[in-house]
């Protein structure tokens, strides 16, 4: 019979940049901490596995299809955020700023690692831009060497539908000093440098 | 109904160490993994949960008492190094050195946190000194304050049984260079210097 405690060391250690001593950690915290916790944990691990769909609208994780971001009303049907990863929609959802629809890509387009286009949930996204409504698309996939090709492929593909297609501002991230800010991000600030009102 | 992203985000945040962002990206690395491998983890938390108890002998957190280490018959039974957490056995264990006996003491005296002498498994360590085979106590509890006091407690305690009672070596760490050793470490190393021969 294997040590649970060094199994579930095992376990946690499969998570990425959680090391042996950081699992460690984690077990032996585990087992300080109030009765239940780890049943809780392991509880919500379960659901976690069995549980989580595909959005069949946006492609986006979640328990049931239409996700809440999908069913809520109110939201503007004309704009839709295109992102590569569920994390993103998360991100913007936290910034608040945006009252559009969403889409999941789940990746950007990379030969290297052999993450070709129709891998990605191109296909669903140009479903629910044949209904019409969609005016305007955002390709705020990252702003990486992948980020940008994937952008740059999906603006050629949607541009010929007659879209008006955006890519977010970039440049000095908020609370950046100067002097840190590396070389890419200080020349594309200055380019789309705005005029003060 | 609650989402299970989220929840197993707000379970895997009560992990020490672990905030909001990294439960999010290790939520989102277990939805990619292969199949089982939140089920894995789940199971070897709920193991965790039920099938840990304290070694009667050791005190350390084992699967069956005596645990894995108090069962091996070749270790040395005149020594006995203490220690004031499991994962401390585990680090003694790592650096290969020690082949006597552990006692845990699952922390160290602390007024201020409320620990007293008689919340450690102490009585348990004078049970086994009871046996009389011990002949030296290694008290190697943290170089911290507590650590000390819990030492120098145990030292009064046990060197009227007529008990070898040491600590161990403090100085400079392996690897480490001289100009980012700390005061303390450094006078304790000169305090302690070593004939070469």
């Known amino acids: 019979m ?18 042996e001593k950081t699992a460690t950690r984690l ?14 944990m392991a509880d919500a691990l379960l659901v976690l596995a069995d ?9 986006n994780l979640t328990a049931q299809s239409p996700c809440r971001l999908c069913a809520q009303p109110h939201r503007n049907e004309t704009l839709i955020c295109v992102v590569e990863q569920p994390q993103d929609v998360l991100a913007f959802e936290r910034a608040g700023e945006f009252r559009g629809r969403y889409h999941v890509l789940h990746g950007s387009i990379s030969p ?33 060497v992948e980020g940008d ?18 890519r977010p501002a970039q440049g000095v991230s908020g609370g950046t000093e100067i002097e840190y800010t590396d070389a890419v991000s200080l020349a594309r600030a200055l380019q789309n440098r705005q005029v003060m009102r």
Chains 1, 2 share one sequence.
């Open 2 to 19: 294997s040590d649970p405690i060094l199994s579930a060391v095992q376990q946690l250690r499969r998570f990425p940049g959680i090391g």
């Open 51 to 59: 549980g989580v769909c595909e959005c069949a609208m946006c492609c």
């Open 112 to 144: 290297l690692d052999g993450i070709t286009p129709d891998q990605l949930r191109i296909r669903p996204l140009l479903q629910r831009l044949r209904d019409g409504e969609v005016k305007e698309v955002i390709l705020a996939t990252n702003s990486t």
């Open 27 to 40: 077990v032996y915290w585990l087992l300080r901490a109030p009765k239940g916790t780890a049943k809780a």
């Open 149 to 166: 090709a994937t952008a740059l492929y999906l603006a050629r593909l949607l541009q010929p539908i007659g879209l008006k297609v955006t």
